[in-house]
């Protein structure tokens, strides 16, 4: 069979666009290789991880980075994400860990409402208005504002008034920078705010909770290039702090 002028013309355009498919492909596949998919909570992405991701992009340019927001950790795997930063006690056996920073929680206000209420010893707290982070509460003993009330001397009924924020921290944290009330409040939550002098902690206790924040993978691939770098940058950003 002889193709026409019109035929080989046609042949040719055709040719011509499978290859600039082809190689667009080709241009592709190697940044989706090198994607790391990165899973954690939305307090902690949004107040610790998103404000850092610039130094990691400035580093390694050539690794996309995929932030997913969600409490609940999915498996490692094809649908799951290839490093997760977790709140918890013990990550498992089952993963390859690195503690970046055990949490604590302290009072914190804005500035103007310290001021305002002339906060400068724990008593003064039977006049400020509470604020309440629940998201602390699925974990067995930890502190809350009555536990902290009790250890400065102050009747621990006087700490169920206010506002509660039942699964954000970052809420609670927000409320409190905007003069809402005093949370009792995680700092690793609230580290941004607190450099920037939206919060400030006007006396303690600050209690320890026996909750860490940790960098995770699927044991075995943190030997992976890729997986090595973010697990070596998470960890460098915990020391900041």
Not at 4 to 14: M, P, S
Not at 201 to 208: A, D, I, M, N, R
Not at 217 to 236: H, M, N, Q
């Amino acid at each position: 069979m002889t193709l026409t002028d019109t035929g080989r013309q046609f042949q040719l355009g055709v040719s011509q666009g499978f290859r600039r498919l082809r190689e667009a492909v080709e241009q592709l596949q190697p940044a989706n290789d090198k994607l790391v998919r990165i899973q954690s909570s939305p307090p902690i992405v949004t107040k610790w991880l998103a404000p850092r991701l610039q130094r990691f992009t400035e580093r390694h340019p050539e690794i996309p980075l995929c932030i997913d927001t969600s409490f609940d950790l999915t498996s490692f795997g094809d649908d799951g994400p290839d490093v997760a930063i977790r709140f918890t006690r013990e990550p498992g056996p089952e993963v390859h860990a690195i503690r970046l920073i055990d949490e604590t929680v302290l009072p914190l206000a804005s500035p103007s409402l310290i001021e305002q209420l002339d906060l400068r010893e724990p008593k003064d707290m039977r006049r400020a208005p509470l604020l309440h982070d629940d998201s602390l509460s699925v974990f067995d003993g930890a502190p809350l504002w009555s536990d902290w009330f009790r250890q400065v001397g102050i009747d621990p009924a006087e700490a169920q008034r206010g506002s509660r924020f039942a699964r954000y921290a970052d809420q609670a944290i927000d409320a409190a920078a905007g003069g809402a009330g005093v949370v009792l409040g995680r700092r690793f939550i609230a580290m941004n705010e607190m450099k920037t002098g939206r919060l400030a902690s006007p006396f303690g206790p600050e209690l320890e909770i026996g909750i860490s924040y940790f960098a995770i993978c699927a044991k075995g691939r943190e030997s992976e290039t890729k997986i090595s770098f973010v697990l070596e940058w998470l960890a460098e950003e915990s020391e900041k702090l």
